[in-house]
């Protein structure tokens, strides 16, 4: 029996319908409160555990009826606000999950990772598995969790337990507008008229659902792996995901300096306001930045192929539009 922590979440309900396909017997694990819409199509066929990564005694419970563990469960954050909540959930709750695996006797631990627990040389031109990462870089809170959490995984293996870790780049999905990388869609639907130069890598949550259910089934072990397609500018992504929306597609460029004035100004409204800023420093920083990862070792390992770039947008864009006709 597989525990999925955070099968609720954008990635993890993809997971879960994974296993469903693959018939692998799991429980999908959310918080009390949680909001299980992603998956109320098929919600009558799920067992539903309740429990919290920051809760150790409700890990026990679940993890002691297990085999393995999925963790998914994690904070995607870049708002100075969520610094407490993002350590709690994706370092101290990661280590909650190995310590309980290793108490329970859980075999196996597949552990989401990110790009961003990966170190990155200045100038670098492609980043893969073995770019180390760099003490005392600036980094944001979220690079540094994702960091200290895939440690405590190590020290997992260290241990006994037999783990493998997946570093996914930008996640692309129809999911609610305001979660994670909906938010490039949702830019696009409302005809905002900026971008900013600079791309970015990222991939299908199709393929990383695939990946992460394939990877766990095997015999591969203490290795991580990057999940990502396509890099893509960010104006190439505006352009055809507005192309899809039928919308007017951003056409002016904000240089670097603009956006960090503008961060500055919305963090003085955030304050104000008590609302989010809608550009935060460390959203800033990824301004105008070109990174670019490779996907080689998950080719080789699992022969993965994944969806290009133009497919994942077009399909993400149809939901969308669904969704919205929907509501109306």
Same mark, same amino acid.
């Given at each position: ?59 026990? /419970?679940?993890?002691? =009826? &297990?085999?393995? +563990?999925?963790? *998914?469960?994690? @904070? %995607? ?5 969520? /610094?407490?909540?993002? =350590? &709690?959930?994706? +370092?101290?709750? *990661?280590?909650? @999950? %190995? ?230």
């Amino acid at each position: 029996m597989i525990v999925v922590t955070g099968a609720n979440g954008l990635l993890g309900s993809y997971v879960v319908r994974k296993l469903i396909e693959a018939q692998l017997p799991f429980v999908a694990m959310r918080r009390k409160s949680s909001d299980i819409s992603a998956l109320s199509d098929i919600n009558d066929t799920i067992q539903w555990v309740e429990g919290d990564v920051t809760d150790p005694d409700s890990l026990t /419970e679940i993890f002691s =009826k &297990a085999t393995g +563990v999925i963790h *998914t469960a994690a @904070v %995607v954050s870049y708002h100075r606000q969520d /610094e407490s909540l993002i =350590k &709690a959930i994706n +370092v101290e709750g *990661t280590r909650n @999950v %190995v310590n309980v695996c290793l108490a329970t006797g859980i075999k196996r631990l597949l552990h989401v990772s990110s790009v961003a627990a990966i170190g990155k040389e200045k100038d670098q031109q492609l980043i893969d598995e073995t770019s180390k990462w760099i003490e005392g870089a600036i980094v944001s809170n979220y690079a540094n969790s994702k960091y200290q959490a895939e440690l405590e995984v190590w020290r997992g293996q260290e241990e006994g337990l037999s783990t493998v870790i997946v570093n996914p780049s930008v996640i692309l999905a129809p999911t609610d507008w305001d979660k994670s990388s909906a938010q490039l869609f949702k830019y696009a639907w409302q005809e905002r008229p900026f971008f900013t130069a600079g791309s970015f890598s990222a991939v299908d949550v199709r393929d990383v659902a695939t990946a992460i259910v394939k990877l766990y089934s095997s015999s591969i072990e203490a290795e991580r792996f990057i999940l990502t397609g396509e890099p893509i500018s960010y104006q190439d992504f505006f352009t055809q995901a507005a192309k899809h929306f039928g919308k007017k597609a951003p056409s002016i460029l904000v240089n670097r300096g603009l956006i960090q004035v503008a961060a500055r100004l919305e963090a003085i409204r955030s304050f104000l306001t008590g609302s989010r800023p809608l550009i935060t420093k460390e959203t800033a920083q990824l301004a105008g930045k070109n990174f670019t990862y490779s996907n080689a070792k998950i080719k080789k390992a699992l022969a993965l192929d994944f969806q290009s770039i133009e497919n994942t947008i077009a399909w993400c864009c149809a939901e969308y539009r669904q969704k919205i006709s929907l509501k109306k």
